[in-house]
């Protein structure tokens, strides 16, 4: 099944689906072959007015752990890192609070999200050149969910040690190792790391709930994350077509598109292998690689990943077989539901297949065993209390305490329904700060079927204390 999409018709879509999911504006790329087609529509800022251009920048978000992930392979390649050894062996000073963690866990584990160690760990630590040591010296008191390897739970904090690794090994500040080994060889005109490097640019603000009107959107009242958050994707500030452009490399087995080798083809291929499977294959994918997400789609194989910024959003898919895929970037703190139907579209028109759908709600809301599920999950900056009601109904109030979800101004999240769905110990949770429901999938990493010990939600493992 093909299908080519002219920029109108790219165009005329994109424009249909902000105004049904109310995003001010959006950024589309859509490369197929060696073609990449770019359109936006809407606003960059609801207070300005601003068109959003296909030239404007946004914040990818998490997709910049991507180009983390690019760099220490490129490390790798240079046999200054090796990815089974531990952390420590590269930075001396490394601590988190379980010394088996902190003497074993490894690029490896941290690449892939399975060091264990809580990794939402939210902190300013200033804008010089120092702000990732400084950091890294920060997550010495972070608590373990799980031992090292046991379970996949997305790891901010994790890169963010990563980056500090290439730092180090590169002898040069985190930003500088990306504009000198991946912006510049690529080409990439309309890639930044700065705010001060974006203002020549139209750039995208994020827009939130009005306080005071739910409802209603305004301007995010900041722009970027803090310097400390470069390698978790801050650094990044990019166009949708740029950040295609950055995925070509991977698809081309590491060649630049001037013909320079950048990353060894080996390598770049080792990236794109599953390392772990995920609890709960309906928000990002079925497994993950060395920083990418890996899905399927049918018998589509599907790659990329996702970001979030202050009042953004950010999803890129490719599947690399046929060299189609799409990068979407948004001016809203959640754009899940237009993700999906617009990759419904694209894909489905291209190659007949489409994103799985949730699991089916079940009729009964009622829970047979609440006692099974009810009691605190915890991580780093968030708390779930799971409780029954009298019907037998299971209840979930949400309790934030990171700085991030202070500076965004996030709702009271009390007694919100989890609904049961076909698939044992999973339930459906919308929280409000989302525009769609989310699997919350209770389990017990060290007995198939026995008492949850751990809850998955939004990418992240939630201990049950």
Same mark, same amino acid.
């Given at each position: 099944m093909s299908?080519?999409f002219?920029?109108q018709?790219?165009?005329?879509?994109l424009?249909?689906?902000i105004?049904?999911?109310?995003v001010?504006?959006?950024?589309l790329?859509?490369?197929?072959?060696?073609?990449?087609?770019?359109?936006?529509?809407?606003?960059?800022?609801?207070?300005?007015?601003?068109?959003?251009t296909?030239?404007?920048?946004?914040l990818?978000?998490?997709?910049g752990k991507?180009y983390t992930?690019?760099?220490?392979?490129?490390?790798?390649?240079?046999?200054?890192?090796?990815?089974?050894?531990?952390?420590?062996t590269?930075?001396?000073d490394?601590?988190?609070?379980?010394?088996?963690?902190?003497d074993?866990?490894t690029?490896?584990d941290?690449?892939t999200?399975?060091?264990?160690?809580?990794?939402?760990?939210f902190t300013d630590?200033?804008r010089?050149?120092d702000?990732?040591?400084?950091?890294?010296a920060g997550?010495?008191?972070l608590?373990q969910?799980a031992?090292p390897?046991?379970?996949?739970?997305?790891s901010?904090?994790?890169?963010?040690i990563?980056?500090?690794?290439?730092e180090?090994?590169?002898g040069t500040?985190f930003e500088?190792a990306?504009?000198?080994?991946?912006f510049?060889?690529?080409?990439?005109q309309h890639?930044?790391s700065?705010?001060?490097?974006?203002?020549?640019?139209?750039?995208?603000?994020g827009?939130?709930?009005d306080p005071?009107?739910?409802?209603?959107l305004?301007?995010?009242?900041?722009?970027?994350?803090?310097?400390?958050?470069?390698?978790m994707?801050s650094?990044?500030v990019?166009?949708?077509?740029?950040?295609?452009k950055?995925?070509?490399l $991977? *698809?081309?087995?590491? +060649?630049? @598109?001037d013909?320079t080798?950048l990353l #060894?083809? &080996?390598?770049a291929?080792?990236?794109?292998?599953?390392?772990?499977?995920l609890?709960?294959?309906?928000?990002l994918?079925?497994?993950?690689?060395?920083?990418w997400i890996l899905?399927?789609?049918?018998?589509?194989?599907?790659?990329?990943?996702?970001?979030?910024?202050?009042?953004?959003?950010a999803?890129m898919?490719?599947?690399?077989?046929?060299r189609?895929?799409?990068?979407?970037q948004?001016?809203v703190?959640s754009?899940?539901?237009?993700?999906?139907?617009?990759a419904?579209?694209?894909?489905g028109?291209?190659?007949?297949v489409g994103p799985?759908p949730?699991?089916?709600?079940?009729?009964?809301?009622a829970?047979?065993d609440?006692d099974?599920?009810?009691g605190?999950?915890?991580?780093?900056?968030?708390?779930?209390e799971?409780?029954?009601?009298?019907?037998? $109904? *299971?209840?979930a109030t +949400?309790t @934030?305490s990171?700085?991030v979800a202070? #500076?965004? &101004?996030?709702?009271?999240?009390?007694?919100?329904p989890?609904?049961?769905v076909?698939?044992?110990d999973?339930f459906l949770?919308?929280?409000?700060?989302?525009?769609a429901?989310?699997?919350?999938?209770?389990?017990?990493?060290?007995?198939?079927g026995g008492?949850?010990?751990?809850?998955h939600f939004g990418g992240?493992?939630?201990?049950?204390v």
């Open positions: 299908a080519t002219t920029s018709e790219l165009e005329q879509k424009g249909e689906l105004r049904k999911h109310d001010p504006g959006a950024q790329a859509v490369l197929d072959g060696d073609a990449v087609t770019e359109v936006a529509a809407g606003v960059l800022s609801l207070r300005t007015g601003a068109p959003t296909t030239d404007a920048l946004f990818p978000g998490s997709i991507l992930a690019t760099l220490v392979m490129m490390l790798v390649d240079e046999g200054k890192l090796d990815l089974d050894t531990p952390i420590r590269y930075l001396p490394f601590e988190v609070a379980d010394h088996h963690a902190r074993t866990v690029a490896r941290l690449l999200h399975t060091s264990g160690f809580d990794g939402d760990h630590t200033g010089g050149d702000a990732l040591a400084k950091y890294v997550c010495a008191d608590p969910i031992p390897g046991l379970i996949w739970s997305y901010n904090s994790g890169y963010s990563l980056g500090r690794v290439v180090v090994l590169m500040p500088e990306l504009r000198e080994r991946i510049t060889p690529l080409g990439l890639t930044v700065f705010a001060d490097e974006a203002i020549v640019h139209p750039v995208s603000v827009h939130v709930p005071e009107d739910p409802a209603t305004v301007v995010s009242p900041t722009w970027g994350l803090w310097r400390a958050f470069a390698p994707g650094a990044l990019a166009s949708a077509g740029d950040v295609l950055f995925t070509q $991977h *698809l081309d087995g590491g +060649v630049a @598109p013909g080798r #060894d083809a &080996g390598l291929a080792s990236m794109l292998e599953q390392q772990v499977a609890v709960d294959d309906t928000v994918g079925q497994g993950w690689g060395l920083g899905d399927h789609w049918g018998e589509v194989s599907v790659v990329g990943h996702d970001g979030n910024s202050i009042g953004q959003n999803f898919r490719v599947n690399p077989e046929e189609f895929g799409f990068c979407l948004t001016n703190e754009a899940l539901n237009l993700y999906r139907e617009l419904d579209w694209l894909y028109r291209r190659l007949g799985r949730d699991p089916a709600a079940l009729e009964d809301v829970v047979t609440p099974r599920y009810t605190s999950y915890r991580r780093e900056g968030l708390t779930f799971i409780r029954a009601s009298e019907e037998g $109904h *299971l209840l +949400v @934030p990171h700085g202070q #500076d965004q &101004g996030w709702p009271p999240m009390v007694d919100l989890l609904v049961p076909v698939r044992d999973s949770l919308k929280l409000p700060i989302a525009d429901d989310l699997l919350a999938a209770f389990f017990n990493p060290d007995e198939v008492p949850p010990t751990y809850m992240r493992a939630h201990r049950r």
